[in-house]
């Protein structure tokens, strides 16, 4: 397999890394959100792989992680989810008219949208949310409560998971409702984790009232939306994760290569350690692009995908630690060293935590029964 660009690819990633140069150096704060994503949408960077219908170009999925990739070597922010995942569950789901409602205001940042799945009770088992979803005959009254919902105190809607089918079989009995973060009985209550940062929440939805032209797909497709739209957030390449492990530990490099710190074999090996678990991502992460480029069934990338993510992510926060020893808490980095570790520890458990990734793999790939099954 060739993982090097096509003179096409070569080009535009050199286009890309030039109009990101400039507009890094012209804005001196960072900008918000939504105008980061309507610069990006003016410069036609948005939705690259979409249908041309729909306000896309119809490329390769490998242009976009091109984007992802030269965005993060840019130091810019991420692209917004909206367009990696959710809009995208909405261009493959939706009705004519929520594509028309929702999509270009969306790519345009006009938009922001959260994901409302986890729950106190149900974060790895998703299929347990009890969040309901009950139709009174004209609309739909959600109440329940949902957790770890990012950028949900920024967001104008909210895609949600709510049991509708109380009876049906846990999986089954799931829908998905496009939700407006401003309706009656919506409260959001952010959530400060251990990185000092507050960008994720808690979510009360207290009878709320849903259109019936809100829900996306059918009563009860709940569950196979879910599983398409997670396919795509677990994704490494989609999100630009490697190269902003690679920036990370590049930084660390310098800082222990300036303070004399490299003439340590430890520190070398536990740098060493960790760049071999972000090329090993890398490498997975292309493979399965590439799969997909073509049109080939790419296998279990979500489950091994975010396996790898979360023990190449761990892997650069323990070296920030490690390398830096009392350093890490005491020196001019410790700020960065410390946000830099407490940063990758969720990444085992945000977006299917590993024991369930493993189970996954187990059942699907290997065909080893569920445990309840050898009794």
């Known amino acids: 397999m060739d993982f090097r660009d096509t003179p096409a690819e070569a080009e535009y990633r050199r286009a890309l890394a030039d109009w990101l140069r400039t507009f890094v150096a012209n804005h001196d704060a960072a900008p918000s959100s939504r105008e980061w994503q309507h610069a990006l949408y003016e410069a036609g960077y948005i939705a690259q792989t979409w249908p041309e219908e729909q306000g896309g170009k119809a490329l390769s999925p490998v242009y976009d992680v091109i984007l992802n990739e030269e965005v993060a070597r840019a130091g810019a922010q991420a692209i917004p989810p909206n367009v990696n995942y959710l809009c995208r569950a909405i261009l493959e789901f939706g009705t004519e008219q929520q594509r028309d409602r929702f999509l270009l205001p969306t790519l345009r940042g006009d938009i922001q949208w959260c994901q409302g799945f986890s729950e106190p009770g149900a974060g790895s088992d998703l299929a347990a949310l009890t969040t309901s979803g009950r139709w009174n005959g004209?609309?739909?009254?959600?109440?329940?409560?949902?957790?770890?919902?990012?950028?949900?105190?920024?967001?104008d809607w909210c895609l949600l998971l709510a049991r509708s089918e109380p009876d049906a079989p846990k999986h089954q009995g799931i829908s998905a409702f496009l939700i407006d973060m401003t309706s009656p009985g919506v409260s959001v209550r952010p959530i400060m984790t251990a990185d000092g940062e507050a960008d994720t929440c808690e979510t009360f939805w207290d009878d709320v009232v849903v259109p019936a032209d809100c829900l996306l797909g059918s009563q009860g497709d709940g569950w196979p939306i879910a599983m398409w739209a997670l396919q795509l957030e677990r994704g490494p390449a989609d999100l630009g994760v490697v190269p902003n492990l690679l920036n990370s530990l590049e930084d660390l490099e310098r800082i222990v290569t300036s303070s004399g710190l490299d003439r340590h074999e430890r520190i070398r090996r536990t740098l060493s350690r960790a760049y071999i678990d972000v090329q090993i991502l890398h490498l997975y992460s292309i493979r399965q692009v590439s799969l997909r480029?073509?049109?080939r069934a790419e296998g279990p990338s979500g489950p091994a995908a975010k396996l790898l993510w979360a023990r190449a992510a761990q892997a650069v926060g323990h070296a920030w630690l490690d390398a830096l020893g009392g350093l890490a808490v005491t020196g001019a980095e410790s700020d960065r060293a410390v946000r830099e570790y407490f940063h990758s520890r969720p990444t085992s458990i945000y977006g299917g935590s590993a024991q369930i990734q493993r189970n996954l793999l187990a059942q699907r790939v290997l065909g080893m029964p569920r445990a309840d099954a050898r009794r």
């Open 138 to 155: 004209d609309a739909w009254i959600v109440n329940g409560q949902k957790l770890w919902t990012s950028g949900a105190s920024d967001a």
């Open 293 to 295: 480029a073509a049109d």
